[in-house]
């Protein structure tokens, strides 16, 4: 196989909505593309679509380790010598909540199904852990991530606590290893977008929300170019976009010196 001077990007939960989205508007600016889920027939359908020269389909079960690992191995084969770019780990599921009525009647709880946080959360440090391995290797050492991560995981959401949990705790990891990743000369960021219609948005909540609350794939798109355009240079930054506009959001102020010191000037002085 022939080495590719074009840049490789892996997408996950590219199948459909977001992820199908930002794989089009990649190959668009002359990406490859690997496109990750666990739809086989729609990847399938959408990477033929696209073309066999810049964009394929790799069947994978983010929260599965062994599954990521081929992944990665797949893009890496994918790009002849060895190259990979860019990760968005976007693959996601929704669900309702497990644990505020855990049974009927009298019966004991059922261990709680936390399928929600492998997916949306635990797949995103496997995918971390082998980017960084990979692009450890590239001709030029380091890449971009851009994890999708929710408003829900900087607001309340008593909705979906268990989604909501697993949006905060993405947000926690891009924070805290953005910074850390940074002399690696790899940006690992977070998109946050406003309630998008796709396969995931529960149809009961569609016919609530009003035609100007909608955010479009468009925005989005537009978001994602911020954190994955060459000239792009931040870690650990969250971009929250609604309806048409983006918001860098900042993690809280320091309530006082003291947390201050703890929090932040203590590991500036252990050098991290
Ligand atoms: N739609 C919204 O309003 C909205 C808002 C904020 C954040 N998000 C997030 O955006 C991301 C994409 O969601 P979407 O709205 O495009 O939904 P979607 O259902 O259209 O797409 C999600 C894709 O992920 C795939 N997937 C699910 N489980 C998987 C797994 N275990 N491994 C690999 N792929 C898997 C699905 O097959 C699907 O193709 C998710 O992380 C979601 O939480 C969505």
């Known amino acids: 196989m022939c080495p590719v001077s074009e840049p490789v990007a892996i997408v996950t939960g590219a199948a459909s909505g977001i992820g199908l989205a930002v794989t089009k508007h990649l190959v668009a600016k002359g990406w490859r593309v690997i496109m990750a889920d666990i739809d086989e027939t729609a990847g399938m359908q959408a990477a033929k679509e696209l073309g066999a020269d810049q964009a394929i389909f790799h069947r994978t079960d983010v929260g599965l380790w062994a599954d990521q690992l081929s992944l990665f191995q797949c893009a890496w084969q994918w790009s002849g010598s060895g190259r990979l770019d860019l990760l968005i780990a976007n693959a996601g599921i929704f669900r309702p909540d497990d644990i505020c009525d855990p049974s009927p009647g009298d019966d004991m709880p059922k261990e709680p199904a936390l399928d929600v946080l492998r997916v949306d959360l635990f797949s995103v440090f496997y995918g971390l852990k082998l980017f960084v391995y990979y692009t450890k290797r590239n001709p030029s050492p380091g890449g971009k991530v ?15 606590p268990e989604y909501s949990s697993a949006k905060h705790g993405v947000i926690g990891l891009v924070r805290s290893i953005g910074p850390r990743l940074q002399n690696q000369g790899i940006q690992v960021n977070a998109i946050l977008p406003g309630c998008v219609l796709t396969g995931a948005t529960p149809s009961h909540i569609q016919s609530l929300v009003p035609d100007d ?3 479009s794939l468009a925005a989005i798109c537009k978001a994602y170019d911020t954190f994955v355009d060459d000239q792009a240079k931040y870690f650990g930054q969250c971009l929250e976009v609604s309806v048409d506009k983006v918001y860098f959001r900042s993690p809280p102020n320091y309530c006082d010196d003291a947390q201050a010191f703890v929090s932040s000037d203590l590991w500036d002085k252990l050098g991290y």
Not at 146 to 159: E, H, K, N, Q
């Open 146 to 160: 851009v994890v999708t991560s929710s408003p829900t995981g900087i607001y309340p959401f008593p909705f979906a």
């Open 213 to 215: 609350r909608w955010t």
